[in-house]
């Protein structure tokens, strides 16, 4: 289920985090998200990624755009996934969001004329926000997965413990420790999301249980 370059924008770090608990407080995380079923056949059907869904893609953006001005906002991209998508499993998972959020963003060069495009998604920067979104909320599943403390961040124990499910995801993993002090860049003794995130790009990491049908969407993206 992967496909996203592994240059992204937004680097390793705590920031998602940070930014993500300011802008979202009271964000309903941990052992809920962890134990709920999530349903991917019903989101992958509300997500018009498919090249031939131009059309669908431009009226999702209006519902988007309440104010038509052509770019959103993460506030808009954040109250439309609850109220227009309305899927409250990717509207809960806000380190999902802030990260493809600030990918898609950063796609294209803005060619407005008043200079802030670049701060905003715009309609041809949209597909790249959807697809991301879908493959984040993907590794933040498999992230809470892992962390079973409901702590948002790995220690190695809980790395350690989710080896059986871990290979199922990205394959064999002959040292676990070692993989986990690569994963860890800043050191510090966790892996975050965004840390998480960079390493499940690059190991092409597939929930087992996704439904994914998107894939061919992804080739070609």
């Known amino acids: ?3 996203i370059n592994a240059e992204w924008p937004l680097r390793p770090g705590s920031t998602i985090k940070y930014i993500s608990l300011c802008l979202f407080p009271g964000t309903v995380t941990g052992s809920m998200s962890r134990n709920k079923k999530v349903n991917w056949t019903a989101i992958n059907r509300k997500l018009p ?4 869904l131009k059309a669908d893609r431009k ?10 001005n052509g770019i959103l906002s993460l506030a808009e991209v954040d109250k439309s996934i609850r109220d227009v998508l309305r899927i409250d499993d990717i509207f809960d998972a806000k380190p999902a969001i802030m990260r493809a959020f ?17 701060d905003y998604i715009e309609f041809r920067e949209f597909r790249y926000f959807l697809i991301a979104l879908r493959q984040y909320f993907e590794y933040y599943q498999a992230f809470e997965r892992t962390d079973s403390s409901g702590d948002h961040r790995l220690s190695l124990k809980e790395f350690k413990d989710a ?13 676990m420790e070692a993989e986990f002090m690569m994963i860890d860049k800043n050191g510090g003794g966790f892996i975050l999301f965004d ?5 499940a790009i690059r190991k092409h990491l597939d929930l087992e249980d996704d439904d994914d049908n998107t894939g ?3 080739k070609d993206w």
């Open 102 to 118: 600030q990918s898609a963003k950063a796609v294209t060069k803005s060619k407005r004329s008043d200079g802030v495009g670049d």
């Open 195 to 199: 840390e998480f995130c960079d390493w």
């Open 163 to 175: 080896k059986s499910k871990i290979e199922k995801w990205v394959g064999k993993i002959q040292d």
């Open 59 to 68: 009226r999702l953006f209006r519902s988007f755009d309440p104010n038509g």
């Open 49 to 52: 990624i498919d090249r031939s």
């Open 216 to 218: 061919a969407a992804r």
């Open 1 to 3: 289920s992967s496909g």
